[in-house]
């Protein structure tokens, strides 16, 4: 595995992976230029940084002696005190080298220690289908102690009566795991409160909570869709394999192009065979053409290490963990994927989303005793601060109401400054909490949002019972927006069948939608589903940034 990640690679200028064939004793002009290189490695990873030590510039596996290897770590150590890092080895192996002396190349985590709230955060959708061990998963890592085999961890996690009857989530509920720049789980057990594991944390991953069960499946989508999850986890049990809504799910990261891994839970209940079936099942599923992916079986801190670089590298792996929430058996191999695994984004891609205006989506919407009215949801682009004047809409009428940004809060503690691809909730003070609605967006006055009731949208029906035609009502969503449209026209068509591409015209039923071309779009009505994107938006022109200002008829322009 090692081999063919780093033999055939040439150096990478960009990303965080940096070759070093020994840093035994350097110069001080020498050690300067280390540092700056060191900088600029965890500025491309966002704070982490992997240093495979050994390894020469054209990829090609050297080694060094145990004396060689001992000193290069020591300056790697001194280069990362000295950019406020800590350094954690992640594996090391021996090479076979025409030498005598034992060679080794070593693999190692640099990670920055939190400065000013700047922890990494990474936001993992958890999939699968009922009772297939989602929540007391959750329980376990968030919690820190093992479930007692009848769903005590997940207690924690449920947020209303009839879930903790049932057992079941019907909500979307986040939970968060923070790792150090030790590589050290950093989690609720210590009777930690949610802002200590913040200080403490160099990474974040919080969870998004899914609904399994299918009378719950819009609450899903709408996770899937609105809170832009980096990566997903799909939670399947061994002892009932693929069944239920496991086939929807997986369906569902692929269509928005989440890139997914897979746990298998519950192996504490099952024999050896029965696991073993359930994997093969997976890996067939998996390699089918619709699918096209690279099952990699996790079995070692080694496979953990590798399925982590290489899923961010290639959305095309697909790692599969096979795991007790009871025993705790190969719980630890799930955590080193997590502790490493980079961030889909680089330092570049989100410098250039900070400099656009502001726009922040609003997913949730609640009142707050002496807060006041507070929304929570994703910053998609720009930069937000505290005490900000923003405008928020479309209302019904299609109007832009001004507000003010009191206060922030990421992952349960304050924030000053919000930055772009970051999740938080705002306190809004007295507004009106009548007047927002789900699916609104929160923008930069200057930004003149365009908003419509009607739109066109490339899409593929993936399974419809009969016909698709004009007049057929669908539920879309395209990122926080949910709303009934009906199809006013299918292009240069009648009417669709399954499996079939066509540019549909929609129009929504209640009220016009902030919505932007290329938008990815998922819409469902009973046994029906499709997929596309926004190709066109017929813009709603109104007056003065749409401020206050409500519609006349006849305002519709392409």
């Known amino acids: 595995m090692w081999d063919s990640n780093s033999r055939n690679k040439p150096k990478a200028e960009d990303g965080n992976i940096e070759y070093k064939l020994k840093l035994v004793n350097p110069s001080q002009y020498r050690f300067e230029h280390l540092v700056t290189q060191m900088k600029w490695r965890l500025q491309e990873g966002r704070g982490e940084a992997v240093y495979q030590i ?13 004396e060689e290897m001992r000193a290069s770590l020591k300056t790697l150590r001194r280069m990362a005190e000295k950019v406020g890092a800590d350094i954690t080895v992640l594996r090391e192996r021996e090479v076979d080298y025409d030498s005598d002396v034992p060679r080794k190349i070593t693999e190692v985590l640099v990670r920055k220690v939190p400065d000013n709230q700047q922890f990494l955060d990474l936001r993992v959708a958890v999939l699968g289908n009922v009772d297939s061990g989602k929540s007391t998963l959750l329980g376990v890592l968030t919690q820190g102690e093992l479930d007692n085999g009848r769903g005590r ?7 209303h009566l009839h879930e903790i009857q049932s057992g079941r989530t019907s909500s979307i509920s986040f939970e968060i795991l923070g790792f150090n720049s030790k590589g050290e789980v950093v989690n609720y057990s210590d009777s930690r409160t949610a802002e200590e594991i913040c200080e403490s944390s160099s990474k974040m991953i919080t969870f998004i909570d899914l609904a399994g069960h299918h ?31 496991t086939r929807e799910h997986l369906g569902l990261a692929m269509a928005l192009k989440v890139p997914f891994f897979i746990v298998i839970s519950k192996v504490d209940l099952c024999s050896k065979a029965t696991v073993e079936r359930t994997v093969k099942q997976l890996e067939r599923i998996l390699k089918q053409p619709g699918c096209n992916k690279l099952p990699l079986l996790v079995n070692s801190d080694d496979d953990a290490v590798t399925a982590a670089q290489q899923f961010a590298q290639s959305p095309n792996i697909t790692p599969i963990f096979t795991l007790s929430s009871v025993s705790g058996e190969n719980l630890d191999l799930l955590k080193v994927f997590l502790n490493i695994l980079p961030p889909l984004t680089n330092s570049k891609e989100q410098e250039e989303l900070m400099q656009q205006l502001t726009e922040f989506q609003v997913d949730e919407i609640y009142t707050v005793p ?33 507000l003010k940004v009191c206060s922030i809060q ?17 306190a809004l003070g007295p507004f009106d909490r009548s007047l927002l609605r789900k699916g609104m967006v929160m923008v930069s006055p200057e930004m003149n949002p365009t908003i419509c009731s009607v739109f066109e949208a490339e899409i593929v029906l993936l399974f ?29 068509k009648d009417k669709l069948r399954t499996g079939e591409k066509a540019v ?20 469902r009505e009973g046994v029906t589903k499709g997929i596309g994107h926004v190709t066109d938006l017929q813009a709603i022109i109104t007056k003065e940034n749409g401020l206050e200002e409500s519609l006349g008829p006849g305002h519709l322009s392409f």
């Open 410 to 426: 990421r992952n349960r503690s304050a924030c000053r400054v919000l930055r772009a691809g970051q999740a938080a909730t705002l």
């Open 370 to 402: 002496e807060v006041g009215t507070v929304v929570g949801g994703t910053l998609s682009s720009g930069i937000c601060r505290e005490g900000e004047n923003l405008v928020v809409g479309p209302t019904d009428d299609g109007k832009f109401l001004r």
């Open 215 to 245: 009378k719950y499946l819009k609450t899903t989508i709408f996770g899937l869709t609105s809170y832009c999850p980096d990566f997903a986890m799909l939670v399947v049990s061994a002892n009932t394999g693929i069944a239920g809504t």
């Open 153 to 159: 961890a997940r207690l924690n996690l449920f947020r």
């Open 504 to 523: 549909v015209c929609f129009r929504f039923i209640k009220h016009p939608e902030y919505l932007k071309i290329g938008a990815k779009l998922l819409f």
């Open 464 to 492: 419809h019972a009969t016909t698709f035609r004009k007049g057929f009502q669908v539920t879309v969503h395209v990122g926080n927006v949910r709303q009934t449209a009906v199809v006013e026209k299918i292009h240069g």
């Open 54 to 66: 050994g390894v020469e510039d054209n990829g090609l596996l050297v080694g060094l002696s145990e």
